[in-house]
């Protein structure tokens, strides 16, 4: 949740403020009966409500040919979903999107927020040879 309203001047209060939510669902679930109930409390409020973007299609089929490409160019053997997601739809509007990368979730978003070196450099190699398999390089 974002909350913008800030003054165009240090002594003027804007008599608008907006705030922005993002939201993931999780794959199944139902997205119109809380969008429903968004609409409603907005309602209820008097709040001016926009939806600029409502898709709950981020799910890609484990067995699909696109994770299995992914899979055999990172070197592994077995996809799997997790209960967390990424920006990806903000940067993008391909359909078909893959959460990759160096580290572990345990580490991310903390106080102390941290990856090895190692892990690193496995990172760059690896978004290395997705850029070289899917540029024709």
């Not at 299995?68 to 509007?93: C, F, H, N, P, Q």
């Amino acid at each position: 949740i974002g909350i913008g309203d800030h003054p165009e001047a240090i002594n003027v209060k804007k008599p608008i403020s907006t705030c922005r939510v993002g939201f993931r669902p999780m794959r199944r679930t139902n997205t119109e009966l809380l969008l429903e109930r968004v609409k409603q409390a907005a309602e209820r409020c008097g709040v001016e409500l926009q939806v600029t973007s409502h898709n709950s299609a981020y799910y890609v089929d484990s067995q699909s040919d696109f994770i299995k490409e992914v899979l055999a160019i990172t070197g592994k053997t077995k996809a799997r979903t997790v209960s967390y997601g990424s920006e990806a739809v903000v940067y993008t509007d391909l359909k078909k999107r893959v959460v990759i990368g160096p580290g572990s979730v345990e580490q991310a978003h903390t106080r102390n927020e941290w990856i090895s070196l190692a892990q690193l450099e496995q990172g760059t190699d690896t978004y290395s040879r997705l850029i070289q398999a899917w540029s024709g390089h």
